[in-house]
T-cell receptor, first 114, second 113 residues
Framework: IAGITQAPTSQILAAGRRMTLRCTQD?????MYWYRQDLGLGLRLIHY???????GKGEVPDGYSVSRANTDDFPLTLASAVPSQTSVYFC?????????????FGEGSRLTVL | EDQVTQSPEALRLQEGESSSLNCSYT??????LFWYRQDPGKGPEFLFT???AGEEKEKERLKATLTKKESFLHITAPKPEDSATYLC??????????????FGKGNQVVVIP
């Protein structure tokens, strides 16, 4: 079934450790996104990528980095995790046509930083 | 900055009791307004896109409408399986053409049998 695959689904991490959340899509969408979802704050955009080789900052980029080496993969890295990065992380993708379009989401990665 | 406000935050309905969810927004040029459904522990699932004031879309017991300042999601004769969090999001015009969405905090709906 076509869609977005995220890994891991859940992770507990010690503060200060490095962590990479993986995201792969098989829909050949040009654009990809990382959001975090926190109770009472909703979904907030961390980083996005319009096409392979390009990335952009969203609303809450500090402490996170991304790369887009190819169309299908968009990993999110926390270089040195802090407790405030405890959240549920969602990867999404969309066509990047000028008419806009819906985003398709993965099932999420729940990260706890202690 | 694009902003989306949803109300009420939480809603409990008896099965069959129709109601409406509100999404008010400010955006510098609206490309689209989106409604998603999210079940606990799952990712958001796309429901509707509305592009211009006056537009309406329906899917089963759900109907979405749009004005220049807000959108409504009407739930007609809800069933327990309609229990979910409903997310509203706007897509504005950006310099790089990206389709990123700005989300509201959601309307948590519980339908009681």
């Amino acid at each position: 079934i076509a869609g977005i695959t995220q890994a891991p689904t859940s992770q507990i991490l010690a503060a200060g450790r490095r962590m990479t959340l993986r995201c792969t899509q098989d829909m050949r969408h040009n654009a990809m996104y990382w959001y975090r979802q926190d109770l009472g704050l909703g979904l907030r955009l961390i980083h996005y990528s319009n096409t392979a080789g390009t990335t952009g900052k969203g609303e809450v980029p500090d402490g996170y980095s991304v790369s887009r080496a190819n169309t299908d993969d968009f990993p999110l890295t926390l270089a040195s995790a802090v407790p405030s990065q405890t959240s549920v992380y969602f990867c999404a993708s969309s066509d990047s046509g000028l008419d806009g379009g819906e985003l398709f989401f993965g099932e999420g990665s729940r990260l706890t930083v202690l | 900055e694009d902003q989306v406000t949803q109300s009420p935050e939480a809603l409990r309905l008896q099965e069959g009791e129709s109601s409406s969810l509100n999404c008010s927004y400010t955006v510098s040029g609206l490309r689209g307004l989106f409604w998603y459904r999210q079940d606990p522990g799952k990712g958001p699932e796309f429901l509707f896109t509305l592009y211009s004031a006056g537009e309406e879309k329906e899917k089963e017991r759900l109907k979405a409408t749009l004005t220049k300042k807000e959108s409504f999601l009407h739930i007609t004769a809800p069933k327990p399986e309609d229990s979910a969090t409903y997310l509203c999001a706007v897509q504005g015009y950006t310099r790089d053409g990206n389709n990123r969405l700005a989300f509201g905090k959601g309307n948590q709906v519980v339908v009681i049998p």
